[in-house]
């Protein structure tokens, strides 16, 4: 168990719908990162907030959004949803804001997402 | 540009059998850290290790074993003695000095049979 929680597990919708993603970050832990997974890409990295500010974009679509909340915990909007964002979507949390500040990222369980 | 390249897509082994898993990067950065992780079955993404570009010393952590080797941008990992638990999806990833993100490579496939 990483200490990173992500709701829900299984989230299946139609095309057209918008949902949110929701990830709490291990405790102590300021950075959220939320990251892609599909068949045709891979992993991707979308996004990152660092103590409610954004720091750095990746390949997310103008349809998504996301944003950290003063409790640090984030979510992750999807919008007017295609068949193509059907992908498992991870969170993961890490205490600094870079990668080179010596830190690891410890990803949560995944939100698998399936638009029909 | 961060690239990582995975090129085994899949490795089927029988238990108690060695596996390698090759990882090739390209990076400018001249400070730069280099992960595996691992992916079962469940789909949650396990961290094993990370390894900093001024560190070339190759680590051993159970069965588990890295070799790094800066000369040929490449982080390999061998599992010694695979075991059935072992099976899943190993991604090797790549982060810049000034990177907030990760770049993973497309994962190998590990199957460990009884």
């Known amino acids: 168990d990483s200490g990173v929680t992500q709701t829900p597990k299984h989230l299946i919708t139609a095309t057209g719908q918008r949902v949110t993603l929701r990830c709490s970050p291990r405790?102590?832990?300021?950075?959220v990162y939320w990251y892609q997974q599909s068949l045709d890409q891979g992993l991707q990295f979308l996004i990152q907030y660092y103590n409610g500010e954004e720091r750095a974009k990746g390949n997310i679509l103008e349809r998504f959004s996301a944003q950290q909340f003063p409790d640090l915990h984030s979510e992750l909007n999807l919008s007017s949803l295609e068949l193509g964002d059907s992908a498992l979507y991870f969170c993961?949390?890490?205490?600094?804001?870079?990668?080179?500040?010596?830190?690891?990222?410890?990803f949560g369980p995944g939100t698998r997402l399936t638009v029909l | 540009a961060q690239k990582v390249t995975q090129a085994q897509t899949e490795i089927s082994v029988v238990e108690k059998e060695d596996v390698t898993l090759d990882c090739v990067y390209e990076?400018?950065?001249?400070?730069?850290?280099l992960f595996w992780y691992k992916q079962p079955p469940s789909g949650e993404l396990v961290f094993l290790i990370r390894?900093?570009?001024?560190?070339?010393q190759n680590e051993i952590s159970g069965r588990y074993s890295w070799n790094f080797q800066k000369s040929t941008s490449s982080f390999n990992f061998t599992i010694t003695a695979s075991q059935v638990v072992d099976s899943a999806v190993y991604f090797c990833?790549?982060?810049?000095?000034?990177?907030?993100?990760?770049?993973f490579g497309a994962g190998t496939t590990v199957t460990v049979r009884a």
């Open positions: 990833a790549l982060s810049g000095v000034n990177d907030y993100k990760l770049s």
């Open positions: 390894r900093n570009s001024f560190d070339e």
């Open positions: 405790s102590g832990d300021l950075s």
């Open positions: 990076t400018r950065d001249t400070t730069y850290y």
């Open positions: 993961a949390s890490s205490v600094a804001s870079r990668l080179a500040e010596n830190n690891e990222q410890f």
